[in-house]
């Protein structure tokens, strides 16, 4: 039981260190969204109240849909730029509209992922 929760913690480790490395957002976002699977295992599996296969789903299904803002506006700059590269889109000129759009869908993907306010139930 240990054994798994260590491999489940590694994967998510090893997720993490590749969306701060790699250089290009397709990557980025398939690398942050991977991190839902050992989460989601883990928190069905190893979780401490007797809800936590539901926990685990809601969990699923709430950062998930709040990732779809993201990959909407990664889409958004491919089609505007043709690219997704960082280094060739650090070179590219986006409109401020542009800009703000794939703000707006970055922060607020990353606010359901990332809650940034505490909650208390």
């Known amino acids: 039981m240990t054994k ?14 590749g969306v701060f490395t790699v250089m290009d957002i397709v990557g980025f976002y398939v690398l942050y969204e991977g991190v839902l699977i050992p989460m989601f295992y883990m928190i069905g599996v190893y979780g401490a109240r ?4 539901t926990a685990a789903y809601y969990f699923f299904i709430y950062t998930l849909l709040g990732s779809v803002l993201m ?4 889409m958004y700059v491919y089609t505007i730029s043709g690219t997704t590269d960082y280094e060739t889109l650090m070179g590219y000129e986006l409109s401020e509209k542009v800009q703000m759009v794939v703000f707006i869908g970055f922060v607020a993907s990353l606010a359901v992922k990332i809650p940034l306010f505490p909650m208390h139930i």
Do not use: P
Not at 50 to 53: G, N, T, Y
């Open 50 to 53: 007797e809800q936590k296969v």
């Open 4 to 17: 798994e929760f260590l491999i489940s913690l590694l994967v998510i480790e090893a997720m993490l260190m």
């Open 71 to 74: 990959l909407i506006s990664i």
